[in-house]
C-alpha cells in the first residue's frame, strides 16, 4: 500500500493533515505528517497543540489539510440514499444553504451527513493564514474515516471524538466518542494513535482521491485546491527566475573579464604598433590605395548616391546616427584578377537607433521619396545600452527619380 502511496501523493514528499477539534471545552489540534521515503510513506511525526502558533514548532511545510471536528459541526444519520438534497432536507430540514457547507457519506442503505457554518470555516481558514499557512482541502467530522473501511472491517476504530463501525468494507454507524485511553493501532506498517486516526484517513483519502463524499464544500475545497497550486506555481517559477538570473550575471562576469583581458590586449599591441612608424606608414598607404579604389568607383558610374543620402539625412531625427551607406554594395568582396559584382539600384544602409518611434517615422519618410522603390528592414535589434542597431536596403527605382 505504501507503494502505491507514494505514486500518487500529489503534494511532493510532505503531506500535513490537522485536525480541529475540542477537548474538555477547549480547542485542540491533532496533526500527523506523512514523508515520502526510499519510494514509501512513512509517518514521521504526530503532534497536538492548544494554538494556531505552537503549530510552527512541528510543521516544515506550510500546506495542510483540515478537518473540523468542534462543537460547530452537525452530523446525523438518515436511512436516504437518494441526491444530496434529498438527503439534507431529511437530516436538517429547512436548512439555509446559503450559510452552511455540508459533506455526505453514503453506503449501501444509509447516509450520514456533517453540515457546518460557512462563517465558521471561512473563519478558520483566515486565522490559519495569519500564522502563515494555507489551507488545501477541508473536511467535516469523521466522514472520512470511511478511507479506512478495508482495514477496520467487521471492527471499529477509534478518533479524537468518534468511534467509528465497519462492515463489509462499508461505515455501518459513527458515533461520539470521548478518548478515555489512548489506543495504538497499525495498518499496513503505519503505526498511529486513535487521537490521529482520522488525521491518517483524510491523508490516505487525499492521496487516493477517493470520490465517496459528496456535497457543495467540494466547491470550496477546489477553490483552495487552486490557489494552492497558482501560489506554488509562482513560487516555483520565482526560485527558477532567479536561477536563471544568477547564471546570466555570472555568464556576464565571464565575459566582462575575458573582454577587459581582450582590451588589455589591444592596449598592449597600440603602445606596440605607436613604436613602429614604418609599419603605420605602410598602413596609411594601404588605406589611400583603397580610398583611390573607392573614389574611382564612385566617379564612373555611382553618381547619384551623393543626391540619395543627402535626401536621406535631410529627413534624419537626431535620435538616428548612420554608421555606413553604400550604394549598390558589392555582390562579392573584391579579389585580384576578378570582376567586381555590384548589387544593381540597391542603397544599403546601417546605423543606431536610441527611439523606436522615430525610427518608424523615419522609414516612412524614406518609403515615400520618389526615387525609393521599396525599404526592407535587414535587422533591427536592441543592445544591452537600450541602442537599436539596424541594417535597411533600398530598391531604387529604374528611372532614379529625384524627389
Request: proline fraction near 2%; aromatic fraction near 10%; glycine fraction near 6%.
Amino acid at each position: 500500500m505504501r507503494d502505491f502511496l507514494s505514486t500518487y501523493n500529489p503534494f511532493g514528499k510532505t503531506l500535513v493533515t490537522l485536525e480541529h477539534s475540542h477537548h474538555n471545552g477547549e480547542p485542540i489540534f491533532l496533526g500527523l505528517e506523512l514523508m515520502q521515503k526510499k519510494g514509501e510513506l512513512d509517518i514521521t511525526q504526530t503532534f497536538a497543540v492548544k494554538h494556531y502558533n505552537e503549530l510552527s514548532k512541528f510543521l516544515k511545510t506550510s500546506e495542510l489539510s483540515l478537518v473540523i471536528t468542534d462543537d460547530k459541526i452537525l452530523s446525523k444519520e438518515v436511512a436516504h440514499i437518494g441526491t444530496d438534497a434529498e438527503i439534507v432536507a431529511e437530516a436538517f430540514p429547512n436548512l439555509n444553504l446559503n450559510d452552511f457547507y455540508y459533506q455526505i457519506l453514503r453506503t449501501t442503505e444509509k447516509s450520514f451527513i456533517a453540515v457546518c457554518r460557512k462563517k465558521h470555516i471561512d473563519t478558520l481558514i483566515e486565522e490559519f493564514q495569519k500564522e502563515g499557512f494555507k489551507v488545501t482541502s477541508i473536511s467535516l467530522g469523521a466522514l472520512k474515516m470511511t478511507a479506512l473501511s478495508e482495514y477496520g472491517n467487521g471492527e471499529s476504530l477509534k478518533s479524537q471524538g468518534a468511534e467509528v463501525h465497519y462492515s463489509n468494507s462499508e461505515v455501518v454507524s459513527i458515533t461520539t466518542s470521548t478518548i478515555n485511553t489512548e489506543e495504538q493501532y497499525s495498518i499496513e506498517g503505519l503505526v498511529f494513535t486513535s487521537r490521529h486516526t482520522l488525521p491518517l484517513a483524510i491523508a490516505l483519502d487525499t492521496v487516493m482521491g477517493d470520490n465517496t463524499i459528496s456535497g457543495n464544500l467540494e466547491t470550496k475545497n477546489q477553490e483552495l485546491y487552486k490557489q494552492y497550486a497558482e501560489s506554488r506555481f509562482f513560487k516555483n517559477t520565482l526560485q527558477i527566475g532567479i536561477g536563471f538570473l544568477l547564471i546570466a550575471l555570472l555568464i556576464n562576469f565571464f565575459v566582462f573579464n575575458s573582454n577587459y583581458k581582450k582590451w588589455q590586449g589591444l592596449q598592449e599591441e597600440l603602445q606596440v604598433y605607436t613604436t613602429q612608424k614604418d609599419q603605420i606608414t605602410k598602413k596609411q598607404s594601404e588605406v589611400k590605395t583603397k580610398e583611390a579604389l573607392v573614389q574611382s568607383i564612385l566617379t564612373t558610374g555611382f553618381s547619384k548616391s551623393s543626391n540619395y543620402i543627402n535626401k536621406i539625412v535631410q529627413i534624419q531625427p537626431s535620435t538616428i546616427v548612420l554608421t555606413s551607406f553604400v550604394y549598390q554594395p558589392l555582390t562579392k568582396p573584391i579579389r585580384k584578377d576578378k570582376a567586381i559584382l555590384l548589387k544593381d539600384k540597391i542603397v544599403s544602409v546601417t546605423g543606431k537607433s536610441t527611439d523606436k518611434s522615430d525610427f518608424t517615422i523615419w522609414l516612412r519618410g524614406i518609403e515615400g521619396l520618389s526615387f525609393v522603390d521599396t525599404v526592407t528592414i535587414i535587422q533591427y535589434g536592441l543592445d544591452k545600452r537600450n541602442i537599436s542597431d539596424f541594417e535597411l536596403t533600398l530598391r531604387i527605382k529604374s528611372d532614379g527619380t529625384k524627389n
